[in-house]
């Protein structure tokens, strides 16, 4: 085919629908705002606001400082910075407590001359996630036991080498709690990182970590704030989220004609681009995180899926043939139902069935180990809690020969 010819291919393309030119086949999402279902739909108010991005260029030091402002005012925190995610808020907030404000190590990291990197978590506390902070060149420390954590162990695992303590969330009674962690760590010149990531909103929880002493807390964007999937938000001081953001900026400037003030008549030397220079954030996404934190302070909550977790619950108590429950999962502060396998199908085979089937329909499996499928509200639309229903039926029809 010659150069020619091939317009009118690509005009033919340009008319057809990315989703047809891919071939992919679409998906009901029943998991809520998970990375690998691509988190969820995002609203038009958030959609006008990344298209309003795209309308103007900025200097993006001071479009995050201008956006990270205007945010902490909206939540009532001391600052904030737009990250690429919440894993990359843990990044930052890690490269801050090895680094801060000092160019020669921020330019080595995650490789930096200095042995303070080790960072406390409760054995209780490990997670995969924990990558996050590694990637900044922080060593992992565990303290504690697979059963509990004791204030002796904490204070005994202190040393010169410590430059940070994570905490998270833990459903756990042995673990120590932010307030004791933060108490100890502050006492020794320690800052507390929060993986924050799954349980704010609801803002109350944001404002009893800050009480307890968190110094970084790292939240997603993508999931309660319904922010674009990939944006997260990192809260700290006003210095600490200065710090981040050198970490974070690409900064191809001329010393010359360069200055950030980290306070008055203080400004910081021009680093190279940092740790964060992966985890860059574009103006669409801090346009659409504040677009999303703004309609969640005034909107009903998940008041569509609710609904069709109600129907689709409805239909199946009706027709009698699964066993469901409806659960408040905490982290993310909304109600699941809890869907059991068919009789005579696993957890597991129940999953494929959905999955393989038309529609495809994915359910989360953290309770398959118990027989039991989750559906989360947070991605459904109205009409997919009927359709939802309507195919487990089929299964369960199927699954007993009838």
């Known amino acids: 085919m010659k150069v020619g010819e091939l317009v009118p291919v690509a005009k033919l393309q340009a008319e057809m629908s990315i989703h047809s030119q891919l071939g992919i086949e679409p998906i009901i999402n029943g998991v809520g705002p998970a990375t690998r279902l691509g988190g969820l739909a995002l609203s038009e108010y958030v959609w006008n606001a990344m298209r309003e991005s795209n309308e103007q260029s900025y200097r993006m030091e001071e479009l995050h400082e201008s956006a990270g402002k205007f945010i902490a005012n909206l939540i009532d925190a001391p600052s904030s910075l737009v990250t690429a995610g919440a894993s990359a808020a843990l990044t930052l907030s890690t490269a801050a407590c090895i680094a801060g404000f000092d160019r020669q190590m921020l330019i080595d990291l995650p490789f930096p001359q200095t042995k303070r990197v080790d960072v406390l978590v409760q054995r ?33 695992s202190i040393d010169a080498n410590v430059c940070a303590l994570l905490w998270r969330e833990s459903a756990d009674k042995g673990a120590l709690d932010l307030a004791t962690c933060s108490r100890i760590a502050h006492e020794r010149g320690i800052p507390v990182i929060v993986d924050g990531a799954l349980f704010i909103p609801p803002l109350n929880r944001l404002k009893h970590y800050l009480e307890q002493g968190a110094d970084f807390i790292a939240i997603s964007g993508g999931k309660g704030f319904r922010g674009p999937h ?24 001329r010393t010359t004609t360069w200055s950030h003030q980290i306070s008055e008549g203080e ?7 940092g740790i964060g220079r992966s985890m860059k954030v574009g103006r669409e996404q801090i346009f ?33 043939r699964v066993q469901t429950e409806t659960v408040v999962y905490s982290p993310l502060n909304v109600t699941n139902l809890h869907i059991h396998a068919p009789s005579g199908l696993s957890a597991d085979e129940f999953y494929l069935k959905l999955a393989t089937g038309r529609p495809r329909i994915i359910l989360g499996q953290e309770m398959s ?13 109205k009409g997919q809690g ?17």
């Open 267 to 273: 400004f910081a030397e021009l680093p190279s681009n």
């Open 288 to 320: 659409g995180l504040v677009a999303a934190i703004q309609e969640y302070q005034i909107t009903e909550g998940y008041q569509i899926g609710d609904n069709e977790i109600s129907e689709c619950k409805s239909l199946l108590d009706q027709a009698n």
């Open 230 to 253: 990939t944006s997260g938000l990192l809260v700290a001081s006003p210095a600490n989220i200065k710090i981040a953001l050198l970490h974070h900026l690409d900064l191809d400037e």
């Open 369 to 381: 180990e118990h027989g039991v499928l989750t559906l989360n509200p947070m991605s459904l639309v």
């Open 124 to 156: 209780l506390h490990q997670d995969p996630y924990d990558h996050a902070l590694s990637a900044a060149g922080a060593r992992m420390r565990p303290f504690g036991d697979a059963k509990e954590t004791t204030e002796r162990q904490l204070i005994e």
């Open 386 to 402: 009927s359709l939802i229903a309507t195919r487990i039926n089929l299964i369960a029809i199927q699954g007993k020969g009838e």
